[in-house]
């Protein structure tokens, strides 16, 4: 059963709408492109792991893209598959350059020759993810359950070079097709009757779960001034969609969206501040008219009028 599906990354979608408002002679775009590759490589290399889930999510538990707080540190973990005996973690690496594991040096390098560059080791990372989520499953009173670690190598051209202790690495480190055979090896082992309720252990998580985000413009040093207005196009990434009967259209390339004004809500909503007035809005949105502003807003599902702060704010779900 698959408790908690995978989104677009929050800093992603972040990165995309504030990529489309910046001018185009910005000092930013740089940075902001390079995020967004990032971004998307890890996301597409954690959808491609996630195909090969479908076969344990019929007889586990599995939460997708974790992020819990555990003594006031917040930490993610791309993939969790609960079973009657035991919880894997499941950290994805969407590198798709040689990979080498030096066990003699505790070493982990990615390219070959002379293009080789050292990175902080997977491993180590996934047993600090291990470490913070046996402390976080203590302090909500659950289970002492096993907990093993796997590094899932999403590109299947990737090549894992091991320095070293072979096994060591294996035992670990694999391509992402054979994450759930590796699962299944280790269930085997299990002979014993204690067993755990593993749904029950899932949806504690579930409850507990939040979606990881950055302060992206705090981050980048951008005040929401800068911030080219209009309404964007999300099929061109053009600003300034008109509005045409009960729709809006793009004079870019004639795409039409009824539901173009929406998004661009949620858009000031997930990069600005989670509550808006009308103003900001009709600025944000470069709108003429307050009354389309005031009915855009009073029809948008996920909002609600506070009168005593007399702004939009957005209903926590």
């Not at 489309?20 to 390079?34: F, G, V």
């Not at 035991?86 to 690496?93: D, F, M, N, P, T």
Request: hydrophobic content about 35%.
């Amino acid at each position: 059963m698959i408790l908690r599906k995978r989104n677009k990354p929050l800093p992603l979608q972040k990165y995309e709408a504030l990529q489309a408002r910046l001018p185009a002679n910005s000092e930013h775009h740089p940075l902001i492109e390079r995020q967004i590759e990032h971004a998307t490589r890890g996301y597409q290399g954690e959808l491609h792991t996630d195909k090969y889930l479908t076969i344990p999510s019929t007889r586990f538990t599995i939460l997708k893209d974790v992020c819990l707080v555990s003594d006031k540190q917040t930490f993610q973990i791309d993939t969790i598959v609960i079973t009657p005996n035991a919880l894997y973690i499941i950290e994805v690496k969407s590198l798709r350059s040689n990979l080498t594991f030096d066990t003699n040096l505790d070493q982990f390098i990615t390219g070959s020759g002379n293009r080789q560059s050292g990175y902080n080791h997977p491993i180590t990372q996934a047993k600090a993810q291990k470490l913070k989520l046996q402390n976080w499953l203590f302090e909500h009173n659950q289970p002492n359950i096993p907990i093993h670690i796997f590094i899932a190598i999403s590109d299947p051209s990737t090549i894992i070079n091991v320095i070293g202790d072979h096994e060591k690495i294996a035992n670990t480190v694999t391509h992402s097709e054979n994450i759930p055979w590796k699962i299944i090896e280790y269930e085997k082992q299990y002979t014993t009757n204690q067993k755990y309720q593993h749904q029950k252990i899932g949806h504690v998580l579930l409850r507990h779960c939040k979606d990881f985000d950055l302060d992206i413009l705090t981050e980048q040093g951008i005040l929401p001034g800068q911030l080219i207005p209009g309404i964007r196009c999300h099929h061109c990434n053009h600003l300034g969609m008109k509005r045409v009967k009960q729709s809006w259209v793009c004079p870019s390339c004639q795409y039409n969206d009824r539901m173009a004004a929406i998004k661009g809500i949620d858009e000031y909503l997930l990069l600005v501040k989670p509550w808006v007035t009308n103003k900001e809005i009709l600025n944000y949105l470069n709108i003429d008219s307050r009354y389309t502003v005031s009915r855009l807003l009073k029809k948008h599902p996920r909002l609600q009028y506070s009168k005593r702060r007399r702004r939009w704010e957005r209903i926590q779900v």
